[in-house]
Every structure is written in structure tokens, then in C-alpha cells.
């Protein structure tokens, strides 16, 4: 338990920014799902629009830093693979 007022005000902070940091991590996730289900549908126009919706979501997301930039790439190269792949 945090006794200085120091720590107290720190472990305030960092509820705060667990719970902010949480639902940008729960966006990113619904972002990726809505394109895997696009792709799973069939429809190659719609599937990259959504695409691109999804991939600014994804880079914002790894410029605050809450996945790393490299885990960002890799959705976004696995989805467009995915979507190229759709005949």
C-alpha cells in the first residue's frame, strides 16, 4: 500500500492510465476483428475499406506506444495479406 503522498497520487495515476491504456488496447482489437470479418465474408471492396479505417486506429495505437510499432506492422501485413489473398 502506498503510504507517501507521493505514492498515493502515483498509484492514482497509474489506475487512471491502466484504464485509459486498456480501452485503446479493446479498440485496437475490435479494428482487427471487424477486418477479419469483412475478409470472412468475401467482399474484397469492402474488406479494404475497412482495411484502411483499420490500419490509422493500428498506427495511432502504436504511436502512444501501447503495442509496439513491430506488432503493429505485423497485423497490418498479415490483414493486407489476407486481403490480396481474397480471389
Known amino acids: 500500500m502506498a503510504n507517501t503522498a507521493q505514492a498515493r ?3 492514482r495515476q ?3 492510465q491502466r484504464e485509459h491504456n486498456t480501452s485503446l488496447r479493446s479498440e485496437l482489437r475490435t479494428a482487427i476483428k471487424k477486418v477479419a470479418k ?3 465474408v468475401g467482399d474484397k471492396a469492402v474488406a ?3 482495411f484502411i479505417e483499420s490500419t490509422s486506429i493500428v498506427d495511432s495505437i502504436a504511436d502512444k506506444k501501447i503495442i509496439h510499432k513491430n506488432k ?3 497485423h ?3 490483414l493486407s495479406a489476407a486481403i ?3 480471389a
Open 14 to 16: 497509474a489506475s487512471k
Open 84 to 86: 490480396k489473398a481474397m
Open 48 to 50: 479494404q475499406a475497412v
Open 76 to 78: 497490418k501485413s498479415r
Open 72 to 74: 503493429a506492422a505485423r
Open 9 to 11: 497520487k502515483r498509484a
Open 38 to 40: 469483412a475478409i470472412e
